[in-house]
């Protein structure tokens, strides 16, 4: 048997053998369901807040998958239901056909194959796109109930919380809804008063000047007992002067800087800052990630307050104080070593509520609003931290830090130069490299 022959042969039966191979592993695919976890972030598992939020709900759950006969998604979602019930035993679920029992899709209103109904209790929830981070979504609002109502200045160029601008916080409205919350937008110049049902009221940057009636509104709010979500903005300290001399806390003429900006965030604008230490809060306790401000003004406090304050953000021992940064930028306060400025503050003080009890008002001013735009939200933990703020004013802590965020290894962060490494490597060096030595290969065998 000559040489080419038996290299033909030897092809062949490799072929041969690496099919066989691929077909077991198929044919046990089907039959077997096996996962090893490899990955640091527990893909086997629900993340740590869905184990959370399921180890606190009482009733039982019972979950109605609208999925046909043989559809990819039965498997899917078997396997997504099953660990949620490793840690809650009465979590069940039903797979029904939609197109053999059309009478269950119309009582229960789903209006498309692979929705999911999701019932606790009394109450009812649908899941579009049954995913993790959807579902305990979904079980978070049936463990809310009714919901709160967040309300939010409109009509003076404030950030909108249904806004899709650069500046608006869009995003953090939809968050917000994703939780269980009702958003409502309020024109104070027309009503004269904050509706009682709100829960919580945000000033969200007015752009003008609002009428007295509107002003008197919200001061009123907060001298009756109601909670305050202040994003301080330049302007807002002459637009609600007695609100400032009655919670006590005055901001400083300044911006925050940071020396390193260039070289942590590769911006060449040093009023970017990075926060990654936090004081002890229950509002930060679980906060871990790096929180992104930009022109963050610094916080203080006035005498003889009514209020607790505690501090929720401060500053960093690399940072400086900018005094007046758009006229004179190279102007900067160092810091002692020591001295740290507070960027954000909660407040607290007992007062009666509507049927004589005795109830906890909460409010917090944050020195800039710019951390929950559309723009900036999406960087580090700004969005845990935003949620963590309402949920805390709202006096809604258990549900602290319940929703899901990505692995922490699913992300793969790369520097420029990494980047362009990666890409001259695959794309050039690679393929040259393989024909060389496929080159180097036919020679040899054409010489030899």
Known sequence: MNRRLWLRINGFLFA??????????????????????????????????SRRLVAQMEQPVMVYA????????????????SRYQRHKADFSWQFIN?????????????????????????????????????????????????????????????????????YDLGSFGR??????????????????????????????????????GAVRAVRQYVERGGNLLWLYEPGDAER??????????????????????????????????????????AITQRLSGLTLFPQIRPLGLLEDSVWLAEPLLITAARHQLAPDFDKAPEERIELAEDERLMLAVSLTRDVL?????????????????????????????????????????TESEVFLDLYTQAAPDQRLNLRGWQTLAIGFGFLLVLPLAFLAVGGWHWWRRRSG
């Open 66 to 81: 609208f999925v046909p006969e043989g559809h990819f998604l039965e498997r899917h979602l078997e396997g997504l239901f």
């Open 353 to 393: 509520g509507s049927e004589g009890e005795l109830r906890q008002q909460r409010a917090a001013m944050i020195g800039d609003g710019d951390f929950l735009s559309n723009t900036y939200i999406g960087n580090g933990a700004n969005l845990q931290l935003g949620l963590n703020i309402v949920d805390w004013l």
């Open 175 to 212: 968050a917000l809804e994703g939780k269980g919350y009702y958003l409502q937008a309020l024109r104070l110049a027309a009503s004269g008063q904050v509706p009682a049902e709100i829960d919580l009221l945000l000033i969200n940057g007015p752009q003008t000047d609002l009428l007295p």
């Open 240 to 281: 609600f002067p007695e609100l400032i001399q009655h919670l006590g806390v005055l901001p400083v003429d300044g911006v925050v800087t940071d020396p390193k900006s260039r070289e942590m965030l590769a911006i060449d604008d040093p009023r970017l800052i990075l926060l990654e230490d936090y004081p002890a809060h």
């Open 16 to 49: 041969v053998l690496f099919l066989s191979c691929l077909a077991a592993i198929a044919w046990l695919s089907q039959r077997h369901d096996v996962s090893w976890q490899w990955a640091g972030a527990a893909q086997t598992q629900v993340t740590e807040p």
């Open 98 to 166: 939609p197109e053999a029992r059309p009478d269950l899709v119309r009582r229960m209103g789903v209006g498309s194959a692979g929705e999911v109904v999701i019932e606790y209790g009394e109450r009812r929830e649908h899941v579009e796109v049954p995913n993790e981070a959807h579902i305990s979504a979904a079980l978070e609002r049936l463990q809310r109930g009714s919901g709160q109502r967040i309300g939010f200045l409109t009509g003076h160029g404030e950030r909108s919380l249904h806004g899709q601008a650069n």
